[in-house]
């Protein structure tokens, strides 16, 4: 890493990333290099900005954030990846260990604990908020999701997670496939799929299974 901390913030709540820009950019040592309001955006953003740490929210529109990370981490293996999101569910902290994001803060955390993540991921260290590292284990087999907190929704795949957020949040099947860039049909394919491997069988249990299990804000 260099000297200065080069830091991309991806969030699509403006607010949010403002306050987070004014403190970061305040912080010795820190430089925010870039902004970007979606995933999609970020990938071009660390091209361009060439940030050390990219500090990413988990819930927002458009591309998934982990199919993001990834690529980022593909083509910029220096570049490391931070989440912060509201939720520690254990879909999400099992996908960010799957994308070697180095760091998950969650949300209720001070702006200290911030600015701890992003020194200690910098200096070639991890960090996770307490909420995720209660639900991991480390061993010979590496960093993973413990298996007494695995669930159904581990078996869910990147796009059924996403069709399934839609669903919660009220999207018709139409909207879904516009929003995702894909034919009915393909919408039509993971909603088959999520209700088998939920075994709910009904759009509205879904959409009730997804806010239950915190998968979406209520």
Do not use: W
């Not at 078996?155 to 997670?161: F, I, K």
């Amino acid at each position: 890493m260099r000297d200065i901390v080069r830091i991309l913030l991806v969030d699509d709540h403006a607010l949010l990333r403002d306050s987070f820009e004014r403190v970061l950019g305040g912080i010795p040592g820190f430089q925010v290099v870039g902004t970007a309001d979606n995933a999609d955006d970020a990938i071009g953003a660390v091209m361009q900005c060439d940030p050390d740490i990219v500090l990413m929210d988990i819930d927002m529109p458009g591309m998934i954030c982990f199919d993001a990370a990834q690529r980022i981490g593909d083509m910029r293996p220096e570049t490391r990846v931070v989440f912060l999101s509201a939720f520690h569910h254990d879909y999400y902290i099992e996908q960010a260990l799957k994308v070697n994001a180095r760091g998950y803060v969650v949300k209720s955390e001070t702006p200290e604990k911030v600015v701890e993540a992003i020194e200690r991921v910098a200096g070639g260290g991890v960090f996770y908020s307490q909420e995720v590292l209660n639900r991991i284990v480390a061993d010979t087999r590496g960093v993973r999701l413990g298996d007494a907190h695995r669930t159904r929704v581990s078996t869910l795949s990147n796009r059924e997670m996403e069709v399934l957020r839609y669903i919660a949040r009220g999207l018709a099947k139409k909207q879904i496939a516009g929003t995702m860039h894909v034919a009915v049909k393909t919408v039509d394919g993971h909603v088959t799929r999520l209700m088998s491997k939920l075994d709910i069988h009904d759009r509205v249990e879904l959409a009730r299974f997804a806010i239950r299990e915190r998968l979406v804000e209520a």
